[in-house]
């Protein structure tokens, strides 16, 4: 039997997202303005010959919970997830997902914590290739500068509004 990927667009704060998942979990979230190369390109590399259908169903837990995240009502996801990625990418967004709601850490934070202090850049590779961006957090990621690094597929502003909102919301 062929392998088949869910996918469904849903309209949130930051424009219009499509999940994709897996019988096993959420394995990709386009953001928006990504115009599907960087989906296309993933599906090639870590998925090849797997069918695309649409169906809301097999993601509407995911569905929801971005909804709520992106309201200010969810402060962490719980879905199970088909992740993947390289074993160096899978360190990093361990790390990712260790930095707490309504904090940051910069590029630099995220190679000391893997044990790769000098790996910045591959650290920013790493970030910007997150197949499943907000939950798996590399919004939380800034420059050592303090100010925001660039943010694949949409753009600062995708970046700075759940960014902002968490540091509003966090206690």
């Not at 590399?45 to 929801?64: L, W």
């Not at 707490?100 to 044990?115: K, M, Q």
Request: proline share 7%; charged share 20%; net charge neutral.
């Amino acid at each position: 039997m062929e392998p088949v990927f869910h996918r469904a667009a849903i309209d949130t704060k930051v424009g219009e997202v499509r999940l994709i998942s897996s019988d096993a979990g959420l394995c990709y979230l386009e953001l928006p303005r990504a115009d599907g190369r960087g989906f296309r390109g993933w599906l090639k590399r870590h998925a090849p010959g797997t069918r695309v259908v649409d169906a809301i169903a097999p993601n509407q837990a995911a569905s929801e919970q971005l909804l709520e995240f992106l309201d200010g009502k969810r402060f962490e996801f719980d879905l199970p997830l088909d992740l993947r990625a390289t074993a160096f990418q899978k360190l990093v967004y361990d790390a990712l997902l260790a930095i707490p709601y309504g904090e940051s850490r910069s590029y630099a934070d995220i190679a000391a914590a893997i044990g790769r202090p000098s790996a910045v850049r591959a650290v920013g590779a790493a970030n910007g290739a997150n197949p499943i961006p907000f939950v798996i957090p590399c919004h939380r990621v800034i420059a050592s500068d303090g100010g925001l690094g660039g943010y694949s597929g949409g753009g600062l502003g995708v970046q700075a509004r759940p960014l902002q909102m968490e540091l509003d919301l966090a206690p």
